[in-house]
T-cell receptor
Protein backbone atom coordinates (compact mmCIF):
# COMPACT_ATOMS: atom_id res chain seq x y z
CA UNK A 1 0.00 0.00 0.00
CA UNK A 2 2.83 2.41 0.76
CA UNK A 3 5.13 1.51 -2.12
CA UNK A 4 6.09 3.79 -4.96
CA UNK A 5 7.59 1.88 -7.86
CA UNK A 6 9.99 3.82 -10.04
CA UNK A 7 11.39 2.86 -13.43
CA UNK A 8 13.77 2.61 -15.11
CA UNK A 9 16.60 2.16 -12.63
CA UNK A 10 19.01 3.77 -15.08
CA UNK A 11 18.60 5.76 -18.25
CA UNK A 12 21.02 6.94 -20.91
CA UNK A 13 19.92 9.69 -23.27
CA UNK A 14 21.66 11.70 -25.95
CA UNK A 15 21.91 15.44 -25.60
CA UNK A 16 18.75 17.07 -26.91
CA UNK A 17 16.65 13.96 -26.38
CA UNK A 18 13.68 13.41 -24.07
CA UNK A 19 14.19 11.66 -20.74
CA UNK A 20 11.15 9.93 -19.26
CA UNK A 21 10.99 8.45 -15.77
CA UNK A 22 7.88 6.71 -14.50
CA UNK A 23 6.40 6.09 -11.07
CA UNK A 24 3.40 4.09 -9.94
CA UNK A 25 1.68 4.04 -6.58
CA UNK A 26 -1.03 2.04 -4.85
CA UNK A 27 -2.31 4.22 -2.02
CA UNK A 28 -5.10 6.47 -3.31
CA UNK A 29 -4.73 8.67 -0.21
CA UNK A 30 -1.51 10.13 -1.59
CA UNK A 31 -2.10 13.75 -2.55
CA UNK A 32 1.33 15.22 -3.18
CA UNK A 33 3.84 13.95 -5.72
CA UNK A 34 7.27 15.62 -5.79
CA UNK A 35 10.33 14.82 -7.84
CA UNK A 36 13.79 15.32 -6.36
CA UNK A 37 17.06 15.72 -8.22
CA UNK A 38 20.32 14.56 -6.67
CA UNK A 39 23.80 15.23 -8.03
CA UNK A 40 26.66 12.93 -6.97
CA UNK A 41 27.84 13.59 -3.43
CA UNK A 42 25.03 16.07 -2.76
CA UNK A 43 21.67 15.95 -1.06
CA UNK A 44 18.46 15.70 -3.10
CA UNK A 45 16.63 18.92 -3.94
CA UNK A 46 13.02 19.45 -4.93
CA UNK A 47 12.74 19.75 -8.70
CA UNK A 48 9.02 19.92 -9.37
CA UNK A 49 5.85 18.68 -7.69
CA UNK A 50 2.22 18.08 -8.54
CA UNK A 51 -1.07 17.54 -6.77
CA UNK A 52 -3.79 15.25 -8.18
CA UNK A 53 -6.16 18.05 -9.12
CA UNK A 54 -4.13 18.71 -12.29
CA UNK A 55 -2.92 16.31 -14.96
CA UNK A 56 0.23 18.14 -15.94
CA UNK A 57 2.67 20.69 -14.57
CA UNK A 58 5.49 22.25 -16.51
CA UNK A 59 8.50 24.20 -15.29
CA UNK A 60 10.96 25.02 -18.01
CA UNK A 61 12.18 21.80 -19.58
CA UNK A 62 10.70 19.66 -16.81
CA UNK A 63 7.12 18.37 -16.94
CA UNK A 64 5.18 16.10 -14.61
CA UNK A 65 2.34 14.13 -16.17
CA UNK A 66 -0.17 12.69 -13.73
CA UNK A 67 -2.71 9.95 -14.42
CA UNK A 68 -4.95 9.60 -11.40
CA UNK A 69 -7.01 6.68 -12.71
CA UNK A 70 -3.90 4.67 -13.53
CA UNK A 71 -2.15 5.79 -10.33
CA UNK A 72 0.92 6.77 -12.28
CA UNK A 73 2.99 9.89 -12.71
CA UNK A 74 6.03 10.60 -14.78
CA UNK A 75 8.80 13.13 -15.21
CA UNK A 76 9.67 14.31 -18.71
CA UNK A 77 12.89 16.21 -19.34
CA UNK A 78 12.80 17.89 -22.72
CA UNK A 79 15.98 18.81 -24.59
CA UNK A 80 18.05 16.84 -22.07
CA UNK A 81 21.45 18.33 -21.28
CA UNK A 82 24.63 16.80 -19.81
CA UNK A 83 24.03 18.99 -16.76
CA UNK A 84 20.81 17.05 -16.14
CA UNK A 85 22.87 13.93 -15.39
CA UNK A 86 21.82 13.04 -11.86
CA UNK A 87 19.69 10.65 -9.86
CA UNK A 88 15.99 11.41 -9.82
CA UNK A 89 13.61 10.29 -7.09
CA UNK A 90 9.86 10.37 -7.20
CA UNK A 91 7.94 10.50 -3.96
CA UNK A 92 4.38 10.50 -2.67
CA UNK A 93 2.88 11.72 0.55
CA UNK A 94 -0.48 12.42 2.10
CA UNK A 95 -2.06 14.91 4.46
CA UNK A 96 -1.69 13.84 8.07
CA UNK A 97 1.57 12.01 7.50
CA UNK A 98 5.07 13.28 8.10
CA UNK A 99 6.66 10.53 6.06
CA UNK A 100 6.96 10.61 2.27
CA UNK A 101 7.34 7.38 0.36
CA UNK A 102 10.25 7.51 -2.07
CA UNK A 103 10.87 5.57 -5.24
CA UNK A 104 14.23 3.82 -5.52
CA UNK A 105 15.66 6.39 -7.88
CA UNK A 106 16.70 6.61 -11.52
CA UNK A 107 20.25 7.34 -12.55
CA UNK A 108 20.15 9.54 -15.65
CA UNK A 109 23.17 10.02 -17.87
CA UNK A 110 22.94 12.48 -20.74
CA UNK A 111 25.69 12.03 -23.30
CA UNK A 112 27.04 15.14 -25.03
CA UNK B 1 21.35 31.85 3.99
CA UNK B 2 18.68 29.50 5.24
CA UNK B 3 19.29 25.82 4.94
CA UNK B 4 20.47 22.57 6.45
CA UNK B 5 24.06 21.89 7.34
CA UNK B 6 25.58 18.50 8.01
CA UNK B 7 29.01 17.80 9.41
CA UNK B 8 31.42 16.34 8.87
CA UNK B 9 31.34 15.71 5.12
CA UNK B 10 33.35 12.50 5.61
CA UNK B 11 33.57 10.43 8.76
CA UNK B 12 35.65 7.39 9.52
CA UNK B 13 34.62 4.88 12.15
CA UNK B 14 36.73 2.23 13.78
CA UNK B 15 35.30 -1.12 14.79
CA UNK B 16 33.35 -0.90 18.05
CA UNK B 17 33.23 2.88 18.00
CA UNK B 18 30.17 5.12 18.25
CA UNK B 19 30.16 8.16 15.99
CA UNK B 20 27.80 11.14 15.85
CA UNK B 21 26.68 12.95 12.72
CA UNK B 22 25.58 16.54 13.11
CA UNK B 23 22.52 18.12 11.48
CA UNK B 24 21.50 21.73 11.98
CA UNK B 25 18.75 23.74 10.26
CA UNK B 26 17.84 27.41 10.39
CA UNK B 27 14.62 27.08 8.41
CA UNK B 28 12.47 27.08 11.56
CA UNK B 29 11.11 23.70 10.50
CA UNK B 30 9.34 21.52 13.04
CA UNK B 31 10.07 18.13 11.47
CA UNK B 32 13.50 16.62 10.91
CA UNK B 33 14.57 13.30 9.39
CA UNK B 34 17.55 11.02 8.93
CA UNK B 35 17.89 8.85 5.85
CA UNK B 36 20.46 6.32 4.81
CA UNK B 37 21.34 6.02 1.13
CA UNK B 38 23.02 2.95 -0.35
CA UNK B 39 23.59 2.41 -4.07
CA UNK B 40 20.43 1.13 -5.77
CA UNK B 41 18.36 1.22 -2.58
CA UNK B 42 17.03 4.73 -2.62
CA UNK B 43 16.40 6.58 0.62
CA UNK B 44 15.64 4.58 3.73
CA UNK B 45 14.26 6.33 6.80
CA UNK B 46 16.23 5.84 10.02
CA UNK B 47 14.49 8.21 12.47
CA UNK B 48 12.27 11.24 12.33
CA UNK B 49 11.17 13.91 14.75
CA UNK B 50 7.96 15.90 14.56
CA UNK B 51 8.72 18.25 17.44
CA UNK B 52 11.36 18.94 20.04
CA UNK B 53 11.92 16.18 22.59
CA UNK B 54 10.04 13.67 20.47
CA UNK B 55 11.26 11.24 17.80
CA UNK B 56 10.08 8.07 16.11
CA UNK B 57 11.82 5.06 14.61
CA UNK B 58 11.83 4.69 10.87
CA UNK B 59 12.30 1.57 8.80
CA UNK B 60 15.93 0.86 9.74
CA UNK B 61 16.45 2.29 13.25
CA UNK B 62 18.42 -0.63 14.67
CA UNK B 63 21.99 0.37 15.54
CA UNK B 64 21.18 4.10 15.48
CA UNK B 65 20.08 6.65 18.07
CA UNK B 66 18.98 10.28 17.92
CA UNK B 67 18.07 13.20 20.15
CA UNK B 68 16.03 16.34 19.56
CA UNK B 69 16.79 18.73 22.39
CA UNK B 70 16.59 21.83 20.21
CA UNK B 71 14.35 22.65 17.28
CA UNK B 72 17.28 23.36 14.98
CA UNK B 73 19.39 20.30 15.81
CA UNK B 74 18.88 16.57 15.22
CA UNK B 75 22.13 14.61 15.70
CA UNK B 76 22.40 10.96 14.70
CA UNK B 77 24.64 8.49 16.54
CA UNK B 78 25.76 5.39 14.70
CA UNK B 79 26.46 2.87 17.43
CA UNK B 80 28.76 -0.13 17.43
CA UNK B 81 25.62 -2.27 17.11
CA UNK B 82 25.25 -1.11 13.50
CA UNK B 83 27.32 -3.76 11.74
CA UNK B 84 27.23 -2.28 8.26
CA UNK B 85 27.38 1.49 8.73
CA UNK B 86 29.17 2.41 5.49
CA UNK B 87 26.69 4.63 3.63
CA UNK B 88 25.73 8.18 2.70
CA UNK B 89 23.63 9.76 5.45
CA UNK B 90 21.16 12.51 4.65
CA UNK B 91 19.39 14.80 7.06
CA UNK B 92 16.20 16.54 5.99
CA UNK B 93 13.60 18.87 7.41
CA UNK B 94 10.10 20.01 6.60
CA UNK B 95 7.67 22.56 7.95
CA UNK B 96 5.60 19.85 9.48
CA UNK B 97 2.43 17.98 8.87
CA UNK B 98 0.95 20.61 6.60
CA UNK B 99 3.92 20.74 4.27
CA UNK B 100 5.19 17.73 2.41
CA UNK B 101 8.30 19.13 0.73
CA UNK B 102 11.51 17.92 2.31
CA UNK B 103 14.67 19.99 2.32
CA UNK B 104 17.87 17.97 2.42
CA UNK B 105 21.31 18.67 3.75
CA UNK B 106 24.50 17.95 1.75
CA UNK B 107 25.05 14.58 3.41
CA UNK B 108 27.76 12.82 5.40
CA UNK B 109 29.63 9.85 4.01
CA UNK B 110 30.53 7.35 6.71
CA UNK B 111 33.31 4.88 6.10
CA UNK B 112 34.55 2.07 8.31
CA UNK B 113 38.29 1.67 8.89
Amino acid sequence: QQQVKQSPQSLIVQKGGISIINCAYENTAFDYFPWYQQFPGKGPALLIAIRPDVSEKKEGRFTISFNKSAKQFSLHIMDSQPGDSATYFCAASMQGSYIPTFGRGTSLIVHP
Amino acid sequence: DGGITQSPKYLFRKEGQNVTLSCEQNLNHDAMYWYRQDPGQGLRLIYYSQIVNDFQKGDIAEGYSVSREKKESFPLTVTSAQKNPTAFYLCASSLGQASETQYFGPGTRLLVL
